[in-house]
């Protein structure tokens, strides 16, 4: 089965917003063994959007549509998918109730144009939002199964979890699985050398890598008569990358982010962590916070950009800034030594680089970081120098103190155990 993405909107082609829709579906297509061939992006205008998806329906089985859903005029996705298909607009009574009671319980004004949303192509599917006015739709005829979602990732994506997925499911002509291999710490090029044998011989099932900031995604998937069938096929290829990567892997749940394994395992040990930045300015803080129960192992954060508040928070001492400077093994080794004193946690992470465009020399150029890992005392730094503008340097350095405080947590803990047993 081949698909396709439309995303509709002018302020996609425009730039003002970001087209995070796509990516999403795109990924979710690929988990399904579902072949997504063609993207597009087309502004609020309807002889190029009935161009496009005239186009769309001739060469894929499924288009999926997003935005454009809308009461106001502009919003002509629904109305120019039912002229391409034929077929006449509705009121849908049921969307139509969901529609008055969305309003009544905000208690805002119910307009004529809302009516609008509630209006379906006859004899199409129509899928109930939860999280907002805008019904999503899915119309079949001889030629492609068209869907239309809403535009907002808050409506989109539960729509799509409850309600698309299953449909999908549902049409395919086979079963298929699959499941995430996460690995840190190790780049794809190696990553795809110790796998070229597999990946050489692959058929069913297919191997295929997915390169992010400090971590490579391994996706195996197969292809069977039933989801059973398919998921024999990808547990023994998953059991030898396991064998060949080890500790690199941190999760095989494909929605376990690397900063949820890693407060995981602090968890796991009843260990609490505190950060010091400089170079990252509290992205690292950023990341670990956005994970939920994070409170219970985060004790606080330290952002000490200028060397005044290296001095005075984390006693990093003068004479060594003067004769080292802030981006040093020796300055990160401090800053990660007071970081851990002065929060009384159990484990410390510093950051101290030169995040670009000025900064920097021959010896240690833009890019260079140093990052510092104490756990109860035994501290590790590590030199790294990344590549990029500004903003890939400082993702890069927070991934990399991601993979240096798992690595570190690891070898602790497993010294730790062996010692027990001795």
Wanted: net charge neutral; hydrophobic share 35%.
């Amino acid at each position: 089965m081949t698909s396709e993405i439309i995303c509709v909107g002018t302020e996609l082609l425009m730039g003002n917003v970001v087209n995070t829709n796509a990516s999403y579906m795109a990924k979710g297509l690929a988990g399904l063994g579902i072949s997504c061939c063609y993207q597009s992006v087309v502004g609020d205008n309807e002889s190029r959007l009935k161009e496009i998806l005239e186009l769309a329906r001739k060469r894929s089985d499924t288009v999926i549509l997003t935005g454009g859903l809308g009461p106001t005029a502009d919003d002509l996705t629904k109305e120019t998918a039912a002229s391409v298909m034929g077929l006449e607009l509705e009121l849908d009574e049921k969307a139509w109730e969901k529609i008055r009671k969305f309003f009544e319980k905000r208690k805002l004004k119910l307009t004529d144009n809302n009516k609008k949303q509630a209006m379906v192509p006859k004899g199409s599917k129509v899928l109930y939002n939860k999280n907002g006015t805008a019904p999503g739709i899915i119309a079949s005829d001889d030629e492609a199964c068209v869907i239309l979602l809403p535009g907002p990732p808050g409506e989109l994506i539960p729509m799509w979890e409850e309600q698309v997925v299953p449909y999908l499911k549902e049409i395919s002509s086979e079963a298929f699985y699959s499941e995430m291999v996460k690995i840190c710490g190790m780049g794809e090029s190696m990553i795809e050398t110790e796998l070229k044998d597999l990946i050489d011989n692959q058929t069913n099932p297919t191997i295929a890598t997915y390169a992010r900031a400090g971590e490579v995604d391994i996706r195996i998937m197969a292809r069977g008569e039933s989801e059973k069938e398919a998921h024999k096929l990808v547990k023994p290829v998953v059991k030898e990358i396991k064998k060949r990567f080890g500790s690199s892997i941190f999760t095989t749940d494909e929605k376990v982010t690397l900063e949820e394994a890693v407060l995981q395992l602090l968890n796991e040990n009843k260990l609490t962590l505190a950060t010091a930045e400089s170079l990252t300015g509290g992205m690292l803080s950023s990341r670990l916070i956005n994970v939920p129960g994070a409170s219970d192992v985060i004790k606080t954060g330290f952002i000490t950009y200028s060397n005044k508040s290296k001095k005075k928070y984390l006693g990093v001492k003068r004479s060594t800034l003067d004769k080292f400077g802030a981006v040093s093994e020796q300055c990160a080794k401090e800053m990660v030594k007071g970081c851990l004193s002065a929060a009384k946690a159990d484990v410390a992470v510093s950051l101290t680089g030169y995040a670009g465009p000025d900064g920097g020399g021959e010896a240690d150029p833009v890019g260079t970081t140093y990052i510092g890992v104490n756990v109860s005392g035994e501290i590790t730094v590590k030199r790294y120098v990344f590549s990029g503008e500004r903003l890939k340097i400082r993702e890069a350095a927070t991934a990399a103190a991601l993979t240096q405080i798992r690595q570190c947590l690891l070898e602790n803990l497993t010294e730790r155990t062996f010692g027990e047993k001795e």
